[in-house]
Structures are given as structure tokens and as C-alpha cells.
């Protein structure tokens, strides 16, 4: 019983300080504390209806004593470092190992088709994901010429050419952080590295162009004409 207060415990500590969505996607955070809470209640009839067990030899009461302290510690520690340690997001390290590059997040987020004459409020509405599923469909440099893109996201480094070149990334998460995939574009910002550094979270504005880096197997890349630093967002994944 004592268990299960310690997870629902933490469970709404983690809505009610909305660091939940750290965790899961944001649709599930209602049902997670409802169902914490039914847990919960149930816990609580479980111990109220529960029968009188027959008395039981002293060394199996031993054992079960150590194992339920045991277990009941552990869990004690891992409930308050949920609380306790703040909890961090996904970082380029995890973005790199599952391939930013190749990666197919929101391949169907827009259509090439549709967006060609789109009007600059929706063009300014597009994140990361919606970039780079339009870069998946098109590299035709003229699709992209009136087409200013302000976007927000961490920087992964680029393994062909970084000092020149990294990835605006960010993670889209189905479900939890578990199933969290990432995608990226490709941003040219000759020296970048000496005024920021990998995993900071930036803010860019600029226009999709052809990759003037031979190192870089990109076709196009994002030239900014402003590139600055920017606090990690409340909500820092794409659902």
C-alpha cells in the first residue's frame, strides 16, 4: 500500500509541476492520474477487505519483513529522485544514435503539393518536423526561395562538416520518451561552435538554400539571417 501512495505520489507531483510531459505524450497525462488514482483506491480497498492470514513460521515473517523494507526502500528512492532530480530531456547524443539523418519523422506532416503557394502564416507556423518532411520531398532550391523559415530546436553536430554545418533537432514522441525519434535540418553557420555549443537550444530564421559545403552530403541547407540562443521550451518535444 505504501507503494503505491509513493508512485501516485509522484505521479501527480509530475502533472501538477507539468514536468509529466517529460515522460509521456500530453494526451495520456489525464488517464496516467486518473488511473494513478483508481490505483490508489483500489490499494486502499485491498488492504481494508483483506483477509486474517493463519499465523506463519517466524523465519518466513523474517524474510518477508526484509524483502517488503527492501523493496519498499527502493521504491522510496526512486519516487523522490522523480521529484527530487530534475528530470532532462532527450539530448544530441540520443539523436545521433538513432540517426537524425536518415530519420522519417513526419514524413506526411506537409505536402510539397499543397504548401507551394501556401501564405507566410502558415509558412511561419512550420516546425522542425514539417521542414524537414518538405526537404525529404523536394531539394529544388526555387521551391524554397520566398520561403522564410523561423524555427526553433537543439543543435546536434554534423559528422560530415562541423565546424561549418549542424542539425536543428528536435524529438517527436508518439507515446513516451521511450518510443521518442528524432529529426533535424541542416543549418550553415560557418563557426558556429564559438558561440554556441552541442544541445543548446537556438532559434533560427533564414531561407533553405543549396549546400555550399563540399564536405556536406546535404543538397540544401538552412543559411540563417538570424541564429540565437533561446530557453528550452516548456513542452521541448513534437507530438
Same mark, same amino acid.
Given at each position: 500500500?505504501?507503494?503505491?501512495?509513493?508512485?501516485?505520489?509522484?505521479?501527480?507531483?509530475?502533472?501538477?509541476?507539468?514536468?509529466?510531459?517529460l515522460?509521456?505524450?500530453?494526451?495520456?497525462?489525464?488517464?496516467?492520474v486518473?488511473?494513478?488514482?483508481i490505483?490508489?483506491?483500489?490499494?486502499?480497498?485491498?488492504?481494508?477487505?483483506?483477509?486474517?492470514?493463519?499465523?506463519?513460521?517466524?523465519?518466513?515473517?523474517g524474510?518477508?519483513?526484509?524483502?517488503?523494507?527492501?523493496?519498499?526502500?527502493l521504491s522510496?528512492?526512486?519516487?523522490?529522485?522523480?521529484?527530487?532530480v530534475p528530470?532532462?530531456?532527450?539530448?544530441?547524443a540520443?539523436?545521433s544514435?538513432? !540517426?537524425?539523418?536518415?530519420?522519417?519523422?513526419?514524413s506526411?506532416?506537409?505536402?510539397?503539393d499543397?504548401?507551394a503557394?501556401? !501564405?507566410?502564416?502558415?509558412?511561419?507556423?512550420?516546425?522542425?518536423?514539417?521542414?524537414?518532411s518538405?526537404?525529404?520531398?523536394?531539394? !529544388?532550391?526555387?521551391?524554397y526561395?520566398?520561403?522564410?523559415?523561423t524555427?526553433?530546436?537543439?543543435?546536434?553536430e554534423?559528422?560530415?562538416?562541423?565546424?561549418?554545418?549542424?542539425y536543428?533537432?528536435?524529438?517527436t514522441?508518439?507515446?513516451?520518451?521511450?518510443?521518442?525519434?528524432?529529426?533535424?535540418?541542416?543549418?550553415?553557420?560557418?563557426?558556429?561552435?564559438?558561440?554556441?555549443?552541442? !544541445?543548446?537550444? =537556438?532559434? =533560427?530564421?533564414?531561407?533553405?538554400?543549396?549546400?555550399?559545403?563540399?564536405r556536406?552530403?546535404?543538397?540544401?541547407?538552412?543559411?540563417?539571417?538570424?541564429?540565437?540562443?533561446?530557453?528550452?521550451?516548456?513542452?521541448?518535444?513534437?507530438?
Amino acid at each position: 500500500m505504501i507503494l503505491i501512495v509513493i508512485a501516485v505520489s509522484a505521479t501527480v507531483w509530475l502533472a501538477v509541476t507539468q514536468q509529466l510531459v517529460l515522460y509521456i505524450h500530453p494526451r495520456y497525462i489525464v488517464f496516467t492520474v486518473i488511473m494513478a488514482a483508481i490505483a490508489l483506491a483500489l490499494g486502499v480497498m485491498s488492504v481494508a477487505v483483506r483477509p486474517r492470514s493463519p499465523e506463519e513460521p517466524a523465519v518466513s515473517k523474517g524474510w518477508a519483513k526484509i524483502v517488503g523494507i527492501t523493496a519498499l526502500v527502493l521504491s522510496g528512492v526512486v519516487a523522490v529522485s522523480l521529484i527530487v532530480v530534475p528530470p532532462a530531456t532527450l539530448s544530441s547524443a540520443t539523436a545521433s544514435q538513432r !540517426d537524425i539523418v536518415g530519420s522519417t519523422v513526419g514524413s506526411d506532416s506537409q505536402n510539397a503539393d499543397d504548401v507551394a503557394n501556401a !501564405d507566410e502564416s502558415l509558412i511561419a507556423s512550420f516546425t522542425v518536423v514539417d521542414w524537414a518532411s518538405l526537404l525529404r520531398q523536394t531539394s !529544388d532550391p526555387s521551391f524554397y526561395a520566398d520561403k522564410t523559415a523561423t524555427v526553433v530546436g537543439f543543435i546536434t553536430e554534423s559528422e560530415d562538416d562541423p565546424e561549418n554545418i549542424f542539425y536543428l533537432s528536435r524529438f517527436t514522441v508518439t507515446c513516451c520518451a521511450v518510443d521518442a525519434q528524432p529529426t533535424g535540418i541542416a543549418v550553415y553557420a560557418p563557426n558556429w561552435k564559438n558561440s554556441f555549443a552541442v !544541445d543548446a537550444w =537556438v532559434e =533560427v530564421t533564414g531561407l533553405f538554400e543549396i549546400n555550399p559545403s563540399s564536405r556536406s552530403d546535404a543538397s540544401l541547407v538552412l543559411v540563417p539571417n538570424e541564429l540565437s540562443g533561446v530557453e528550452r521550451p516548456s513542452e521541448p518535444y513534437l507530438y
